[in-house]
């Protein structure tokens, strides 16, 4: 219950928040409460033991000093600018809270244990995406949405802890090391790191 | 009887929360601060000066004030904090809430009257901002008076202690600190016209008026945090007094940290305070089938 | 001629007056009573004529305004005015006893009509022959669907008696009762201004002169509601928890939307058409929220919310009668209704400007006035819907008390722009001549007597409620609602700040203690152009809706040798009404689509003889099945 609420108010914020961060405390703590829900999968061998540390690892701790290095970096990045209203904010994670109740309810699915918290935590990631114009923000959501799948990974297919690590491993690689190079290259024309500046590359 | 005693130490005790606000605030910055007891000085200094009015003004403007720390009065003979409010068997959430609107009503009014550009634009924010916070006030204590069972006062302090109640006590605080024009919303302690909201409406006020005017937002004050301390956890008047030093201290924190809002940004605020405790009503809704 | 003219007018009012308030004595005292039929040459048109208790309180509604109408016209507006607004009167009153279907029909066609004509009294200029034509359109089709629902009402019963209709209102089928009180909602709804179908009220009382407005809003739009209340709760009872959730929708909608739209506008009488259609809107919610408690088994708390529907109508009667009524001295004395133009009102008007501080207090919904009791008493029974612990019950009521107090809210924010804007501070354009103090005369004494009665019913709202909660347990069957906490409320309410002010006011009595000074406004001259203007008072509550008031803003600089100096600075901004726009784009489809039919039209002689003979070949074959 007190996990259900830790989730529920670290992904409503992930949404509503305006700094990016107050954002990365949010994606840290969702990151950590997924860690622990998929370690006791994990623990079956050494292998698959090997690259759950090593997925942690880049997830809770690299990532995030990478963005809090970037921020020093690059003060201007550090508001999220989001393209919704507070209400607006407000009233999306709510619908999003909703939604994955209901998707809870969908009989076919019933079976999947946590799904609730699965799609709640996937679909704040999509919702972050969508809402935030900082490039931050995007690579955070990335990260996000990729610790709802790992979660949802370890649920469905609990017998190929390696298979699950392994997937986990890339997205975090690409989530850490290549999205914090595009926002590095990004910077260097648009310190603000706004998305909708791509607007200028349509033909 | 219990209930006027209670008004009067209430109404007593308003300028010193006032007082120890201000003072925290002040030592929070870094300056030694005015002594706890400045407000009361204040108000007697106040008292003791004279009174100018603008010329030609109809009788609102001599009015209003009195009218607005009747207000104050009567919201504070409302409240419970140790017994029941002297009103209590008489005014309910929902009264209160358009009694709050009258007090704001009359004020603006006054504040059109006097021909004064910053007075209008004062009146102009108070009147839009106040239509905002009337709904979200009237929500959030519905909201607690759903769950709570009956809108009076008293019925307030047997909330359950769960979602709803949580949402609608954020929000109630959201509504709390724009009611007594903190910052992020309002800042007191400015007189830049551009900034101003309920500074505004009392610009052109001095003596005896201004210190009845004053008076009010103090009582008014602490009533808010009185019936905020009631939607925590906890029934005896000291719980109820040590949550509203809590408060009290929490609100301070928030003005210290944080920068004044931007004014059109104080709309968004409103309405997350209104979605937080129709959520909270919603929540009720759905947790009623069990 | 136009004096003897007029004393008939008024004459006739005034009886009007009387025999409303004797018909409301009737209801109240002795229940329903008939007094007799007509037999028409069918049994479908018997004319019956009696009085239901609850048609009482909108008997009574009448007689005040009547009263003060006639008070009004005995100096104030024209001849032929005074004429309409009697048969206006008396067409309004035969509604309202109205006991049989054809009786109903003919009487609210007969207000139909004489009401588009007060509408277009102005007729010689362009946008009031069209507000009037839309009027007339949109009464006609209302009427057409009202007939459709009184028919089958009638047709189900096998009778045109309403006493009939009611007893075998029971057993009526399903899909028979949601088609009628559909009907009922959208011909009943338009005439009392529900959304989306109340366009036709902004367009149509700027252009009728005040007092017609006046029995427009605090008249028509009542007996419009009174309709709505009888179809619900007794032509077509029970209705059902499905119509009641319609009804409070529909209700909350308009609420919101009517609020929304008059917080923005700058001509008084538009604005006050957007109020009553709010008020519509909190009616129509409560008499939902009657209909959703019956049906769910609750009809204590039905009866709780038919009195405050019925009460929020009475009240709505009585305070935009009284605004209308003022409006109508405004425009007389200034010769316009535009807020942006008026200021200072109260110097020269200063009965005009005490009775509309009391109608726009009143308006605002604060205490003690009359609208602050039906408000409170709404949101008492929409509290009870909580209770039934059913998920569309809860969050139809969680939308009704959201939109209630959103409409609570904002509805002050626009009186404190009317009264603040037009009544108090300095006038913002030069005065033409120099104008006369308004003097104390019927005019004053009509909008006096209103504002009285205001004052009356919100300091003692037990004189309305008592009556009005007999009312409404007899319609839905129970005990009647009590409310200790009602009689003390608003006494308890204002009696400290009545104290505080006479305090404050003593306080500055004398020169001795309240010195007299210029404002401040940093040195220079006080001038009414540093005076806040009506749409920059409303300037921050567009910015909030502008995604539903969609304002139209332009800005054009003119520039003279440099860009960065323009020599000028225009900026338009105009609100939209997005449903008229919509509604106008379906008007040009109909009237495209109607033009291609022409077509069949073709005028040759062949051709129309063709039309029968595939007419004849069709029949015969239908009939030969």
């Not at chain 2, 130490?9 to 605030?25: D, E, F, N």
């Not at chain 2, 940004?265 to 937080?276: H, R």
């Not at chain 3, 019956?294 to 009195?307: F, H, W």
Request: aromatic share 8%; hydrophobic share 60%.
């Amino acid at each position: 219950m007190n996990l259900e609420v830790a989730v529920l108010l670290a992904g409503a914020l992930l949404i509503v928040g305006a700094r990016t961060l107050y954002v990365l405390a949010a994606y840290v703590v969702l990151a950590v409460i997924a860690s622990a829900l998929i370690a006791p999968s994990a623990l079956v061998s050494p292998t698959a033991f090997a690259i759950f540390a090593l997925t942690t690892l880049m997830k809770v701790i690299v990532a995030p000093l990478g963005i809090v290095w970037f921020l020093r970096e690059n003060p201007p990045a550090a508001d999220l600018h989001p393209s919704l209203a507070l209400p607006q904010r407000l009233l999306l994670a709510i619908g999003i809270a909703v939604a994955a109740a209901a998707i809870a309810h969908v009989p076919a699915l019933a079976e999947i244990p946590l799904l609730r918290l699965i799609a709640y935590v996937v679909l704040c990631g999509i919702g972050m995406l969508v809402v935030h114009r900082n490039l931050l923000a995007h690579v955070i959501g990335l990260l996000a949405l990729g610790a709802g799948i790992t979660l949802a990974g370890a649920e469905l297919a609990p017998q190929l802890p390696e298979s699950v690590e392994l997937g986990a491993t890339f997205d975090a690689l690409v989530g850490t090391f290549i999205g914090l190079a595009l926002v590095r290259a990004f910077a260097a024309q648009n310190p603000m790191l706004d998305v909708e500046s791509l607007r200028k590359l349509r033909g | 009887m219990t209930g006027l005693l209670q008004a009067l130490a209430l109404v007593a005790c308003a300028p010193l929360l006032q007082g120890a606000m201000r003072s925290l605030r002040a030592r929070l910055a870094g300056r030694p601060g005015p002594s706890l007891l400045q407000p009361y000085r204040d108000l007697a200094k106040l008292c003791g000066k004279e009174a100018l009015l603008p010329d030609d003004v109809s009788p609102l403007v001599r009015v209003a004030p009195g009218i607005v720390f009747g207000v104050a009065l009567t919201f504070a003979a409302t409240v419970p904090f140790f017994a029941a409010g002297a009103l209590e068997a008489t005014v309910d959430v929902v009264a209160l809430a358009f009694l709050l609107g009258l007090g704001r009503f009359v004020l603006t009014l006054a504040a059109l009257d006097t021909r004064s550009a910053f007075a209008g634009m004062a009146a102009s924010r108070e009147a839009s901002f106040g239509g905002l916070v009337e709904p979200a006030l009237l929500l959030a204590l519905l909201g607690a008076a759903v769950s709570g069972g009956g809108t009076r006062f008293s019925a307030l302090s047997t909330l359950p202690l769960d979602a709803a109640s949580t949402l609608a006590f954020a929000a109630f605080a959201l509504v709390v600190l724009v009611e007594t024009a903190r910052v992020p919303i309002d800042n007191q302690e400015t007189h830049y016209e551009l900034t101003m909201i309920h500074e505004g409406l009392l610009l052109e006020y001095s003596g005896a008026q201004l210190a009845l005017l004053q008076a009010a937002a103090y009582v008014k004050q602490i009533a808010f945090f009185a019936v905020a301390a009631l939607l925590l956890p906890g029934d005896a008047w000291w719980a109820h007094a040590g949550w509203m030093a809590a408060l009290a201290i929490a609100v301070t924190l928030v003005e210290t940290a944080l920068a004044k809002l931007r004014l059109f940004e104080v709309p968004q605020v409103l309405g997350a305070a209104f979605i937080l405790a129709a959520t909270s009503i919603g929540l009720h809704v759905v947790g009623g089938l069990g | 001629m136009s004096a003897a003219l007029r004393r008939i007018g008024t004459a006739a009012l005034a009886a009007v007056s009387a025999t409303a308030a004797f018909l409301a004595f009737l209801a109240f005292s002795h229940g329903a009573t008939t007094f007799g039929t007509l037999a028409g040459p069918i049994p479908a048109l018997d004319l019956t004529v009696g009085v239901l208790p609850v048609a009482g309180v909108f008997c009574a509604l009448l007689a005040v305004l009547d009263a003060a109408l006639a008070a009004w016209c005995v100096r104030r507006g024209r001849a032929i005015e005074t004429l309409l607004l009697a048969a206006f009167s008396s067409a309004m009153l035969l509604v309202l006893c109205a006991q049989s279907v054809a009786l109903f029909f003919f009487g609210w066609e007969l207000c139909a009509i004489v009401s588009v004509f007060l509408v277009a009294t102005h007729h010689e200029r362009r946008e009031v022959r069209r507000a009037a034509f839309v009027y007339l359109v949109f009464s006609q089709a209302g009427a057409a669907c009202v007939l459709v629902a009184l028919a089958l009402l009638g047709a189900h019963a096998h009778s045109p008696s309403f006493a009939r209709i009611a007893a075998a209102a029971a057993s009526l089928p399903q899909t028979t009762r949601y088609a009628v009180l559909g009907l009922s909602l959208v011909g009943f709804g338009s005439k009392a201004g529900l959304l989306p179908l109340h366009f036709w009220l902004p367009r149509a009382h700027p252009v009728a002169p005040a007092h017609a407005s006046a029995l427009l809003s605090g008249g028509m739009l009542q007996i419009a509601l009174y309709a709505l209340l009888l179809v619900a709760t007794i032509l077509a009872a029970p209705a059902g928890a499905a119509a009641g959730i319609a009804f409070i929708a529909v209700g909350t909608l308009t609420a919101v939307g009517g609020v929304v739209y008059a917080l923005v506008d700058r001509d008084l009488k538009r604005l006050l058409a957007y109020s009553s259609v709010e008020n519509a809107g909190i009616v129509t919610l409560a008499l939902g929220a009657a209909m959703l408690l019956v049906a769910k088994g609750n009809p204590l708390g039905a009866a709780l919310a038919l009195t405050a529907a019925s009460f929020h109508a009475l009240n709505h009667g009585l305070f935009k009668g009284l605004l209308f009524l003022c409006a109508g001295a405004v425009a007389d004395a200034e010769g316009t209704v535009d807020l942006e133009r008026l200021g200072g009102l109260r110097r020269n008007l200063p009965w005009t400007a005490a009775a509309m501080l009391v109608a726009c207090l009143a308006a605002a919904g604060l205490p003690p006035l009359n609208a602050f009791s039906s408000e409170w008493l709404t949101f008492r029974s929409l509290l009870q819907l909580f209770a039934l612990h059913d998920e569309p019950t809860g969050f139809a009521a969680l939308g009704a008390i959201a939109g209630l107090a959103l409409a609570g809210g904002l509805a002050p924010a626009t009186f404190v722009k009317v009264f603040g804007i037009a009544f108090l501070g300095r006038a913002r354009r030069a005065p033409k001549a120099e104008q006369a103090r308004e003097r104390f005369d019927t005019s004053s004494l009509a909008t006096s007597g209103l504002a009285a009665c205001c004052v009356a019913l919100g300091v003692f709202p037990l004189v309305a409620f008592a009556p009005l909660a007999r009312v409404s347990a007899a319609l839905t069957g129970s005990a009647p609602p009590a409310l200790p906490s009602l009689p003390l409320l608003p006494l308890g309410l204002v009696l400290l700040p009545l104290l505080g002010a006479a305090a404050s006011f003593a306080l500055t009595r004398s020169p001795n203690n309240a010195r007299r000074t210029a404002t401040w406004t940093c040195g220079s001259p006080v001038t009414s152009a540093s005076q806040y203007t009506s749409t920059a008072f409303s300037k921050p509550l567009r910015r909030v809706f502008s995604t539903v008031l969609a304002p139209a803003q332009t800005r054009t600089f003119g520039s003279g040798e440099s860009p960065w100096f323009p020599k000028h600075i225009e900026y338009r901004t105009e609100n939209r009404y997005l449903i008229d726009e919509a509604a106008r784009r379906l008007g040009a489809l109909t009237i495209r689509a109607a033009r291609r039919s022409r077509v069949v039209q073709s005028g040759s002689l062949r051709l129309y003889l063709a039309y029968a003979l595939v007419a004849m070949i069709v029949a015969v074959g239908a009939a030969a099945r």
